[in-house]
């Protein structure tokens, strides 16, 4: 079975562009999560997608969305790129998406130089 | 908000040496998750804990849920070169709808 997938792996954007990055995720899960990872930090949590609604969103600005389709799959979407965002993007994928046994497996995630 | 403290940022040891890492926090967490990451990939879950007072193994990874639950332990025993990469702590939050990762330990093994 495929794992969670994400595309593009690498992506080099200019300040003010808008970028959108996509997740496919393990087969009968119904839930993608976004973490955002700056070099030498954890990942941090963007939001959480369940049955095509955002459930939970952390503290990120306007500027990111993103939506789930019938099939689960997922978009980010960023807009007027900043130099900050330059970040690797990882998709977590689960069945369920809470509960302490929600089981998120990562993708290896999308690099996104802004320059 | 939650935060979860790794300490020190990096650690070296020799190939064959045993490890110890913790994790800490100022809020108590009812999960607590150990990933490690390789370089170009996403983090890989090592192990989870459910239980205050847990201790729970996965071949030569052993790891603890402190009592208070605001800790956790990371032990490796007897390190290999794979073993090289960023080892996290996390933990479940706002309805365990989201994960809390501290920053990390770069642990590097000298063959």
Redesign the interface.
């Known amino acids: 079975d495929a794992g969670v997938t994400q595309s593009p792996t690498h992506l080099i954007k200019t300040r003010g562009q808008h970028v959108t990055l996509r997740c496919s995720p393990i087969s009968g899960h119904k839930s993608v999560s976004w973490y955002q990872q700056v070099l030498g930090q954890g990942p941090q949590f963007i939001f959480q997608y369940y049955e095509k609604e955002e459930r939970v969103r952390g503290n990120f600005p306007d500027r990111f969305s993103a939506r789930q389709f019938p099939n689960y799959s997922s978009e980010l979407n960023v807009n007027a790129l900043l130099l900050g965002d330059s970040a690797l993007y990882l998709c977590a994928s689960s069945w369920l998406g809470q509960g302490r046994d929600a089981g998120y497996t990562f993708g290896s995630g999308t690099r996104l130089t802004v320059v | 908000?939650q935060q979860?403290n790794q300490s020190p940022q990096s650690m070296f040891i020799q190939e064959g040496e045993d490890v110890s890492m913790n994790c800490t926090s100022s809020s108590i967490f009812?999960?607590w998750l150990w990933y490690k990451q390789d370089p170009?990939?996403?983090?890989?879950?090592l192990i989870a804990l459910?239980k205050a007072g847990e201790l729970t193994s996965n071949g030569r990874l052993t790891a603890q849920f402190g009592i208070t639950r605001k800790d956790s332990f990371l032990n490796i025993s007897a390190s290999i070169p794979s073993d090289v990469g960023i080892y996290?702590c996390?933990g479940?939050t706002?309805?365990?709808?989201?994960?809390?990762?501290?920053?990390?330990i770069t642990l590097s093994v000298r063959p």
């Open positions: 908000g979860l009812n999960t170009g990939e996403g983090p890989v879950l459910y996290f996390a479940p706002g309805a365990n709808s989201k994960l809390t990762f501290g920053k990390g």
